[in-house]
Every structure is written in structure tokens, then in C-alpha cells.
């Protein structure tokens, strides 16, 4: 864990505590010196996750950065007392890099979602970020990442994007990171955000914080998965009563 940032344990998990515009240019940095950094960017479901799967939190504790994506996360800090400043998503990270590495001539890997999804993210991305260098693209299905891992060690990207959703993006990016030195960030369901296959909640939901409840009216086979929220919630709240 890098330590330029206040940190706040959630559950085991330590997030860092700062603004979106703070952590960009940190990373910014990184990856102009061509730093080798690995970020996640968490949600509660990943927080519990974590608890099942001992190999999965040691990984999250080799990061670099985790970040709170997701409102849950900063209600949680909220039980313990801790307040956050604010959400870092995967989302809004992964575009502001994008706009930022088109200014400034970098390059970059994606890897994700379905086939079509993956060649629209690509049209997407040449089109919008004309001066950024898209030199590899990969569906999200393959059964060895490492002719993948091999590519984007030929081509040296300065960030790679992989979209595989957890625990394996983060399990893909601990085993293979030290190929290229450089940004590596999983960003789960972005790919289908970025090309339009999915729709992001309308402004109304962000601002209020209803994401969540978006998706749920839009995609309810995510009902089982956001089951665990409340579970979560509990217990960040025992774990705050234990801290007393
Ligand atoms: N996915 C993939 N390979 C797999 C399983 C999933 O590329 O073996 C993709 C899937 O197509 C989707 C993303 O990973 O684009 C996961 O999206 P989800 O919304 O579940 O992720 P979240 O953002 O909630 O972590």
C-alpha cells in the first residue's frame, strides 16, 4: 500500500482517504515514471468478499491504492466514525485517465467484456481519444491471460484496463503486473458503461446516490448480489461496537 494518502480501514480493508482530483495526479505521476501500480477500486461486495477468501484479501493488501467505489464504503466509514471525503470510482477514474492519457500521448491495453463489447469499447476510444495509442485489445474470455500478458509486455502500454469483473481481474493483475511496469486497474462492468451496452444511471440517481437502485430496476438478476449489503452494513456496525 502506497503511503502518500490517510488511509481508513473498513472491515480489514484500508481505503485512501483523499479527493478524485488529488489521487489523479498522484497517479498521473506514476505512471509518467513509468511506475508500476496496481489499483482497486472497492464496494462493499468486494469487502465481504474479501472475508471469504484469505488469498483475495492478501492481494488487496498488495495494491497499491484501494479506493472506495460505491456509496456503501463511505456509509460504512460513516459507522465507524471515520468520515470520507469522497467516492473514487472505476468508472470515473478510468475515463478521467483515458482524457488525460489522450492529452498527453500515452498508450494503453483493454482487456474485457463480451467480443462485441470489446471492439465497440475500442471504436469508442479511437474515435473520443483520437492521440491516445490503443495498442491491444482482448475480449474478457480467454482461458490463459498469458499470451495476453505476453502482448502487453511487447507493447509496453502505460496503462492497462482490464475488465473481468472480481475477484479475478485483481487476481489476473497480482499474477502478472510485474510484466509491465505501468498503471494496472480492474474496472469491472466499465467496458459495457463506456460502449453503451449497458446504460449508467441517469444524473438523478448519481446525485442522490441511487446507482444501486438503478441497476437493480434495470438488471434485477442483480438482486442475489446486492443481498449482501445489508450483511455488509451489519457488520461494519459490529465491528464499530467492538471498537468501543
Ligand atoms: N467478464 C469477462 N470475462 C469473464 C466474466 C465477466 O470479461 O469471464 C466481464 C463481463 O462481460 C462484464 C464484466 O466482466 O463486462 C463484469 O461486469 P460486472 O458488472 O459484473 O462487474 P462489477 O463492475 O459489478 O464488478
Do not use: C
Request: charged share 20%.
Amino acid at each position: 500500500m502506497s503511503k502518500e494518502f490517510p488511509l481508513i480501514k473498513v472491515l480489514n480493508v484500508p481505503f485512501i482517504n483523499t479527493t478524485q482530483a488529488a489521487f489523479l495526479t498522484t497517479v498521473e505521476a506514476r505512471i509518467n515514471q513509468r511506475q508500476n501500480t496496481f489499483i482497486v477500486t472497492a464496494n462493499p461486495e468486494i469487502v465481504m468478499y474479501a472475508r471469504t477468501d484469505s488469498n483475495y484479501q492478501h492481494i488487496l493488501e498488495n495494491a497499491d491504492y484501494i479506493t472506495p467505489d460505491g456509496i456503501g464504503i463511505l456509509k460504512g466509514a460513516e459507522i465507524l466514525g471515520e468520515p470520507m471525503t469522497e467516492r473514487i470510482t472505476g468508472y470515473d477514474t478510468m475515463l478521467a485517465l483515458l482524457k488525460w492519457g489522450n492529452e498527453q500521448h500515452k498508450s494503453v491495453y483493454l482487456v474485457g467484456a463480451k467480443p462485441e463489447v470489446i471492439t465497440d469499447v475500442k471504436a469508442v476510444v479511437t474515435a473520443r481519444y483520437p492521440d491516445l495509442n490503443v495498442v491491444g485489445t482482448h475480449d474478457g474470455y480467454f482461458d490463459d491471460f498469458a499470451p495476453i500478458a505476453n502482448d502487453i509486455a511487447n507493447t509496453h502500454p502505460d496503462m492497462v484496463f482490464l475488465a473481468v469483473g472480481f475477484p479475478k481481474q485483481e487476481q489476473l493483475i497480482a499474477d502478472y503486473r510485474h510484466q509491465n511496469n505501468g498503471l494496472w486497474m480492474g474496472v469491472g462492468g466499465s467496458f459495457d458503461v463506456l460502449s453503451g451496452h449497458t446504460k449508467r444511471a441517469p444524473k438523478f440517481f448519481q446525485q442522490h446516490h441511487l446507482e444501486w437502485f438503478y441497476r437493480l430496476i434495470t438488471e434485477p438478476t442483480r438482486l442475489k448480489r446486492m443481498m449482501v449489503l445489508p450483511r455488509y452494513l451489519k457488520t461494519v456496525k459490529e465491528s464499530a461496537h467492538h471498537q468501543k
